[in-house]
């Protein structure tokens, strides 16, 4: 069996990703006559057409498009392979790009970031804020390294570490006469009261399961697009909602008349991590979750 050369998988992610032989071939400093061989030697190798050539547009076929997916892989570990025989085989060392979503990132990362850059000064660590399903997007095609999320969330292709829990709490404005907090009962609860994000974050899905919200007639049709907003909207007495436990102490309820209130039977979310299946640095992964645990011991 023949394999590509990592010229060969270097210059095709170039011409898909600048979608032209010149511009893609002047990026690889080679000349477009050398450039377009070594394309042509790679679909030779594979035994597949990777490009539909034509005068005007190059455009890359449905398996180009699955090969380039996983060329930008075989990349990411040939990269990770040179840095340990560099000798930057430290653990935690070298680059690192980790995706987090947006109701995890400003409780989690500020506990830990000063440490982790102290403990690790040789971590050059690269965030990346975004939505559970854009950040897995993002971590299959080679463009993360790991993220870190809530779950339960149905990811394919992934090695995961669980890592805390994250209980749900009520929240509501402290002079609210849209619930009793300390006697709260969801079947009083007036219909449309529960303000929750909107759809595509995974904290919605999440605190309906966990809150047993059973009965949609009681989440209002208004949404909100980020955390802040929805606490605007129940800091103006608009509705209730229920918060992840690390939201209770954070600036996000600084100067608000939103209290939060435990319910016995809310369940929680949990917060791990997950990196590709086979990942090269799989040990520094597990590494760096139990510094998150860690760190998180007694809440983020």
């Known amino acids: ?87 930057n085989a430290e653990p935690l060392s070298g680059k690192l ?87 709260y009962d969801f079947d009083e609860l007036e219909d449309e009261s529960i303000i929750l994000l909107e759809d595509g974050h995974c904290l919605r899905d999440h605190a309906l399961a966990a809150c047993q919200i059973k009965h949609l007639d009681k989440v209002s049709r208004f949404e909100a697009s980020s955390l802040l907003t929805l606490i605007e909207m129940v800091d103006n007495d608009l509705g209730i909602t229920f918060l992840p436990k690390m939201v209770e102490n954070s600036h996000f309820l600084e100067n608000t008349s939103v209290k939060t209130t435990p319910l016995p039977e809310a369940g929680s979310r949990q917060i791990g991590l997950a990196w590709r299946k086979g990942s090269a640095r799989e040990e520094e992964f597990y590494m760096l979750g139990e510094y998150i645990k860690q760190s998180c011991e007694g809440g983020c």
């Open 97 to 183: 790009s980790l995706g987090v979503i947006p109701t995890i990132a400003p409780f989690v990362l500020p506990k830990i970031m000063p440490k982790l850059m102290q403990d690790y000064p040789n971590l050059q660590l690269f965030l990346r804020e975004d939505q559970t399903q854009r950040v897995y997007e993002k971590l299959m095609a080679g463009e993360l390294d790991l993220i870190l999320i809530a779950m339960p969330y149905e990811l394919r292709g992934v090695d995961q570490m669980p890592l805390f829990d994250d209980p749900f709490l009520l929240a509501s404005r402290e002079d609210s006469q849209l619930v009793d907090a300390e006697n």
């Open 1 to 87: 069996m023949n394999f590509p050369t990592i010229k060969q998988l270097r210059y095709f992610i170039a011409l898909v990703e600048n979608a032209h032989f010149g511009k893609a071939a002047e990026a690889c400093h080679v000349s477009q006559s050398a450039f377009s061989v070594a394309i042509k030697e790679l679909e030779n190798t594979l035994e597949a057409q990777l490009v539909d050539r034509t005068n005007k547009q190059v455009t890359i076929t449905n398996l180009g498009r699955e090969v380039y997916q996983q060329a930008r892989l075989v990349m990411e570990d040939m990269a990770s392979l040179v840095e340990k025989a560099a000798g």
